[in-house]
C-alpha cells in the first residue's frame, strides 16, 4: 500500500497523559498536513510542513499541541496533558511540492478518545 | 483567512436521480479546490477537483463547475448509486497553503 499510513489507528488514553501520533505520507510528497476531525465537522486545519520545515503552526489548538518532522519524511504529532476536549480523529494528509495546483491524499487517521 | 460554506448539510436523493452540492469561499486568492468524500471511519477520499483556470471538469458521474466572480463551485453527481452515500466535503486552497474545508453534506441515495 503506498498511500498515506497513520498510526496507531485507535487511541485510547486517560486525562493527563501525553500521547504521540505517526503519520507516513506518500514517499514522494514533501509536503505534510495534520488536520483534527469532530463528529459531524469537516477537518479543521492544525500545521503542515514543507519537507523538514515547519511551514504555520499557529493553528495548532493550544501549547499542548507540536507537530515534527525531522528528516523530512514520517510526521508526529504529540498532545501533553490530554485533555477529554481533544477526543476526535486526527487526519493526515500529503501532497507534492509546495505550490498550488498540488492533490492532498489523506490517511486512514488516528481516533483518539480521552476518558 | 479563507472561509467555506457548504449547502445542503444533508441530501436525500432516489437511486438514480442526481445530487448537487454548493460551496461559497471567501478568500480571491483561493485557487484550488477539491472535493473529498469521507466513509464512516475512514479518512477523506478525493474524487475530483478543480483549477481557478478552469470553469467545469468532469469525470464519469461526477461534474463539478466554478464561478470565480461569484465565489461559489458545486459538485454534481448524475445516476446516484447506493455506494455514493457518504459525506462529501469541499475545500478550498489559497496559493501555497493549507486546505479549508466546509462542514459536509451527508448525502443519502435512498434505493
Known amino acids: 500500500d503506498t498511500g498515506v499510513s497513520q498510526n496507531p489507528r485507535h487511541k485510547i488514553t486517560k486525562r493527563g497523559q501525553n500521547v504521540t501520533f505517526r503519520c507516513d505520507p506518500i514517499s514522494e510528497h514533501n509536503r505534510l498536513y495534520w488536520y483534527r476531525q469532530t463528529l459531524g465537522q469537516g477537518p479543521e486545519f492544525l500545521t503542515y510542513f514543507q519537507n523538514e520545515a515547519q511551514l504555520e503552526k499557529s493553528r495548532l489548538l493550544s501549547d499542548r499541541f507540536s507537530a515534527e518532522r525531522p528528516k523530512g519524511s514520517f510526521s508526529t504529532l504529540e498532545i501533553q496533558r490530554t485533555e477529554q476536549g481533544d477526543s476526535a480523529m486526527y487526519l493526515c494528509?500529503?501532497?507534492?511540492?509546495?505550490?498550488?495546483?498540488?492533490?492532498?491524499?489523506f490517511g486512514q487517521g488516528t481516533r483518539l478518545t480521552v476518558v | 483567512g479563507e472561509n467555506v460554506e457548504q449547502h445542503p448539510s444533508t441530501l436525500s436523493v432516489q437511486e438514480g436521480d442526481s445530487a448537487v452540492i454548493k460551496c461559497t469561499y471567501s478568500?480571491?486568492?483561493?485557487?484550488?479546490f477539491p472535493w473529498y468524500k469521507q466513509e464512516l471511519g475512514k479518512g477523506p477520499q478525493l474524487i475530483i477537483d478543480?483549477?481557478?483556470?478552469?470553469g467545469e471538469k468532469k469525470d464519469q458521474r461526477i461534474a463539478v463547475t466554478l464561478n470565480k466572480t461569484a465565489k461559489h463551485f458545486s459538485l454534481h453527481i448524475t445516476e446516484t448509486q447506493p455506494e455514493d452515500s457518504a459525506v462529501y466535503f469541499c475545500?478550498?486552497?489559497?496559493?501555497?497553503?493549507?486546505?479549508?474545508f466546509g462542514p459536509g453534506t451527508r448525502l443519502s441515495v435512498l434505493p
Open positions: 478543480i483549477r481557478s483556470n478552469v
Open positions: 478568500d480571491s486568492a483561493s485557487n484550488y
Open positions: 494528509a500529503s501532497s507534492v511540492g509546495g505550490g498550488s495546483y498540488t492533490e492532498a491524499f
Open positions: 475545500a478550498a486552497c489559497p496559493y501555497g497553503q493549507n486546505f479549508v
